[in-house]
Nanobody, 125 residues
Framework: QVQLVESGGGLVQTGDSLRLSCTAS????????MGWFRQVPGKEREFVAAIRWSGGRTAYTDSVKGRFTISRDNAKNTVYLQMNSLKPEDTAAYYC??????????????????WGQGTQVTVSS
């Protein structure tokens, strides 16, 4: 497993942008497919985006396609989530997660076995 620490959350207005970062430590970051999830109180954790360990494939939930971009820098052991055109419904705690090594992208939280502590994103209307 890897240890994950998110940063970059905050309070923004509708239409603004934020970039979340998730830095990993522990084992070989480049072997892990990484995902971003989000959760609001009282609801299940929701898949947002994922990027394959090789970086060659990404996946997004429909509600963020065209607005969010996931990327990774293996030299920095970091995965990013660039969020543009933010909406109030994007308000949530955002978590990064890692799968088992050399896995494909997946939108199920059950497939991810290492999680960060979360960073709050609040979008005001």
């Amino acid at each position: 497993q890897v240890q994950l620490v998110e940063s970059g959350g905050g309070l923004v207005q509708t239409g603004d942008s934020l970039r979340l970062s998730c830095t990993a430590s522990g084992r070989t970051f480049s072997a892990y497919t990484m995902g971003w999830f989000r959760q609001v109180p009282g609801k299940e954790r929701e898949f947002v985006a994922a990027i394959r360990w090789s970086g060659g494939r990404t996946a997004y939930t429909d509600s963020v396609k065209g607005r969010f971009t996931i990327s990774r820098d293996n030299a920095k052991n970091t995965v990013y989530l660039q969020m543009n055109s933010l909406k109030p419904e994007d308000t949530a705690a955002y978590y990064c997660a890692a799968t088992n090594p050399f896995s494909d992208v997946n939108d199920s939280a059950r497939r991810y076995n290492s999680w960060g502590q979360g960073t709050q994103v609040t979008v005001s209307s």
